[in-house]
């Protein structure tokens, strides 16, 4: 069964970091680029980074971009989202969520996780 | 950035009844487009892809066209399932963008 499972949400206080997973099965990262797209409390979606599927590079975000690092590991099956200096709106569910080709740069998203939310406060 | 803009925000509607949701990108997005329903609680579900292509699945009477910027979700005859929020994506460019969203509220 095709399915990514988020992992490592929580309550922290502003400036703190936090890690998250994705853990896949049913596929292989490797062959498929897979992404991190979070939702504010009541707002709409927000696309966050991904690393392609060749791990040739990885795109955020201009919102995260230099406080987020994306990273795959290919031998475990998953992919992290490294969150340092959080603010107060980085407050939202954060999916990761994989597209329909493989060995593909674009595509839109068949495989979403449950999502783990994130709450940023003091 | 491309921006995308959705119409309407909110849409009240009734069982069976026909319902078109536009989404319009800034810049040509050629047939890169992608719209999905979301429910209260639960992560988006793909509905269209390549702008007009029904995704495995999905009921018949969803359907989606277009292409360049502007671009069309239709629900042939509204079910009761299909109250929830419809987001349109570009996945043309970098960064990949969502229109802000429709509801599809019963009338």
């Known amino acids: 069964q095709v399915q990514l499972v988020e992992s490592g949400g929580g309550v922290v206080q502003p400036g703190r970091s936090l890690r998250l997973s994705c853990a896949a099965s049913g596929f292989t990262v490797s062959n498929y680029a897979v992404h991190w797209v979070r939702q504010a409390p009541g707002k709409g979606l927000e696309w966050v980074a991904v690393?392609?599927?060749?791990?040739?590079?990885?795109y955020y975000a201009d919102s995260v971009k230099g406080r987020f690092t994306i990273s795959r590991d290919n031998s475990n099956n998953t992919l992290d989202l490294q969150m340092d200096s959080l603010r107060a709106e980085d407050t939202a569910i954060y999916y990761c969520?994989?597209?329909?080709?493989?060995?593909?740069?674009?595509?839109?998203?068949?495989?979403w996780g449950q999502g783990t939310m994130v709450t940023v406060s003091s | 950035d491309i921006q995308m803009t959705q119409s309407p925000s909110t849409l009240s509607a009734s069982v069976g009844d026909r319902v078109i949701i536009t989404c319009r990108a800034s810049q040509s997005i050629r047939i890169w487009m992608a719209w999905y329903q979301q429910k209260p609680g639960k992560a988006p579900k793909l509905l269209i892809y390549?702008?007009?292509t029904l995704e495995t699945g999905v009921p018949s009477r969803f359907s989606g066209s277009g292409s360049g910027t502007e671009f069309t979700l239709t629900i042939s005859s509204l079910q009761p399932d299909d109250f929830a929020t419809y987001y349109c994506q570009q996945y043309q460019l970098y960064p990949w963008t969502f229109g802000q969203g429709t509801e599809v509220e019963i009338k």
């Open positions: 969520a994989r597209i329909k080709a493989a060995n593909s740069a674009g595509d839109a998203f068949d495989i």
């Open positions: 690393v392609r599927y060749d791990g040739s590079d990885k």
């Open positions: 390549k702008a007009s």
